[in-house]
T-cell receptor, first 116, second 108 residues
Framework: EAQVTQNPRYLITVTGKKLTVTCSQN?????MSWYRQDPGLGLRQIYY???????DKGDVPEGYKVSRKEKRNFPLILESPSPNQTSLYFC???????????????FGPGTRLTVL | GIQVEQSPPDLILQEGANSTLRCNFS?????LQWFHQNPWGQLINLFY???GTKQNGRLSATTVATERYSLLYISSSQTTDSGVYFC??????????FGSGTRLQVQP
């Protein structure tokens, strides 16, 4: 089944404890990205990747890191989480970058993160 | 940047009723998608519809790109249709721009 998977789905952690949220897709998509969803602010892009080893900042990158060593995986790293990073996180992928004419984006199931 | 406005913001229906959700956008787009966010927070792809009309069961969507709007029709609504419906557009930038959503509650 074609899908985007994320792990963990739920996570409660404490300030300053490094964590990684994994994202994997099995559709051979080039483009992957991370969004966060907050009440009243909607979905905002954190980072995106056009292809392996090509990443760039989205609208709200502060406090996050990403890497794209393999085409299928795009982990989101919080080196020192803070309470303002409590949010619902989504990974998304599409066949090719949005800038090349647009393609349907597929979203993972979401990761609900709470930072105490 | 592009503005995406959805209406109505909230909608309460009785089971079996029909509804139309609207999405207006302020600039040309490369594509447009409709999503359903269920009560568990998952974003479910409904339609990828840069233009024209598509149907999938009780749901259908129409995008008139030249007039910068899209409509999502839900017929014979069921309680499982409850949740938030988002319209999102791609302008050729690196990200989808989402509307603020329509919160739908279907009562039995």
């Amino acid at each position: 089944e074609a899908q985007v998977t994320q792990n963990p789905r739920y996570l409660i952690t404490v300030t300053g404890k490094k964590l990684t949220v994994t994202c994997s897709q099995n559709m051979n998509h080039e483009y992957m990205s991370w969004y966060r969803q907050d009440p009243g602010l909607g979905l905002r892009q954190i980072y995106y990747s056009m292809n392996v080893e090509v990443t760039d900042k989205g609208d709200v990158p502060e406090g996050y890191k990403v890497s794209r060593k393999e085409k299928r995986n795009f982990p989101l790293i919080l080196e020192s989480p803070s309470p303002n990073q409590t949010s619902l996180y989504f990974c998304a992928s599409s066949l090719s970058p949005a800038t090349s004419g647009g393609n349907e984006q597929f979203f993972g199931p979401g990761t609900r993160l709470t930072v105490l | 940047g592009i503005q995406v406005e959805q209406s109505p913001p909230d909608l309460i229906l009785q089971e079996g009723a029909n509804s139309t959700l609207r999405c207006n956008f302020s600039d040309s787009v490369n594509n447009l998608q409709w999503f359903h966010q269920n009560p568990w927070g998952q974003l479910i792809n409904l339609f990828y519809i840069p233009s024209g009309t598509k149907q999938n069961g009780r749901l259908s969507a129409t995008t008139v790109a030249t007039e910068r709007y899209s409509l999502l029709y839900i017929s014979s609504s069921q309680t499982t249709d409850s949740g938030v419906y988002f319209c999102a557009v791609d302008t050729g930038r690196r990200a989808l721009t989402f509307g603020s959503g329509t919160r739908l509650q279907v009562q039995p």
